[in-house]
């Protein structure tokens, strides 16, 4: 949904029968939730910026032609939005088909399972088939045989705290967004175009630890799938030396110890 607009001038708009009133600036997005709507989304969150890459959260505005984004839509006075029209339920079903059809199909055995964004869209969405071949099936297969799926990069394992695999990424870009928003590390970019794009830290041969990473978990925690995922004390291991340090964020001088 991106920042919220706090200082703007009140605009109001009707969204599905109901009148809001927001500051100026605002996004349809989050004059719907305002409104107690909620509109299917997966890469708008309200830590970064809009960014409207994954055309879930489309909309129908009246006069309008198309069917914009919600999430980088900016409110206007007077505007009369549709959120649940029989198009855009078609078109968001299209999309998230699309996002399935490339996706591993090992939820129940996922570590995110129960906690995805991913699948809890799908639902949202109403899919109930894929018609698209199921690049995620013969991936299972694949790693059911023991083998990997040629069109995905091996898991990168290599930092310390959390794992990334590229076979579950939908190229959101909010890990992206909140290492340089949220973190200001610039350590991630999205490298190729189409089914080649993927989140790389650094070049094609570098990976998260040889990376500018600083392990901060802002990626972690901006993820919606699986993709980045906290290892557990298992992968970690026990601490095997403590820390005791003073937090630098105010004056006050509270210590803690860090294992
Ligand atoms: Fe709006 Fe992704 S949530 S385009």
Redesign the pocket.
Known sequence: ?GTPAKDGAPVTLIIDGFEVTVPEGTSV?RAAAEAGLS??????TDSVE?????????VEIEGRKGTP????TPVAPGMVVHTQTETVKKLRRGVMELYISDHPLDCLTCAANGDCELQDMAGAVGLRDVRYGHEGESHVSARQNGEANPRYLPKDESNPYFTYDPSKCIV?SRCVRACEEVQGTFALTIQGRGFDSRVSAGTSEDSFLTSDCVSCGACVQACPTATLQEKSVFEIGTPTRSVVTTCAYCGVGCSFKAE
């Open positions: 949904m997005m509109i299917p989304k997966l890469c708008a809009a960014f409207g890459s994954c055309r879930l959260c489309l984004a919600s999430c980088t959101c």
